[in-house]
């Protein structure tokens, strides 16, 4: 038990360091930096949740609702965490496609190249849902050089089993990410299952 406490004490370190950073984001960070301290704060995240549902097998009824409360602090950390990344990254990647269209030394436009992203494929179960949608939106859905008919051919890739099998069906084009999206997010984006699949 104290083992897992001390693993979930480290990743709440980690948001709480990343909320801290969000606040004095300067403007030479790198979208590279940024980046990477995105998906750090989402795989510190997805660690804090597991441990915290394994913490709560192992606590009594009183212990178990301090750790819920403490979860909900951590919670509203990731989000805000998450969200002042996230645009942080859109406002880079923004400011580094104007560069380039300014850029008159350019006589061929460049080749878009998605930077190598480290992301489980995921299969439909529950218990991933969280990490698979955090990753994929902060690494590749957030790219603005990407057009939505890259996107989709990325989400596809990175998915198995019932997963690919939900929109397997559905052409790939521009138009057509928004909605594969909307249809993983309404299958697999359930609080109540995603906590079921833990326990």
Not at 27 to 33: H, P, V, W, Y
Not at 61 to 67: D, I, L, P, S, V
Not at 149 to 155: E, G, I, M, S
């Amino acid at each position: 038990m104290n083992a897992l406490k001390h693993r979930r004490g480290i990743a709440k370190a980690t948001l709480t360091r990343a909320v801290e950073f969000i606040t004095s984001i300067e403007q030479l960070t790198s979208l590279e930096m940024l980046e990477i301290r995105l998906n750090r704060v989402i795989e510190a995240w997805h660690e804090f949740t597991t441990l915290h549902y394994e913490c709560l097998q192992l606590v009594g009824e009183g212990e178990a609702e301090e750790f819920n409360t403490d979860f909900g602090l951590y919670e509203d950390k990731y989000f805000e965490a998450h969200a002042g990344l996230t645009v942080a990254i859109r406002e880079r990647s923004s400011k580094n496609s104007n560069n380039a269209v300014l850029d008159s030394s350019a006589k061929t436009p460049e080749k878009i190249k998605l930077p190598p992203i480290v992301i489980p494929k995921f299969s439909g179960d529950y218990k991933d849902w969280p990490s698979f949608r955090d990753l994929f939106l902060g690494s590749v859905d957030t790219k603005e050089n990407l057009s939505p008919t890259h996107k989709f051919q990325y989400l596809k890739s990175f998915l198995s089993g019932t997963a690919a099998d939900l929109i397997q069906h559905i052409k790939v084009s521009d138009v057509n990410y928004t909605e594969a999206w909307d249809r993983l997010e309404k299958r697999f984006d359930r609080g109540t299952l995603v906590v079921q699949s833990f326990v």
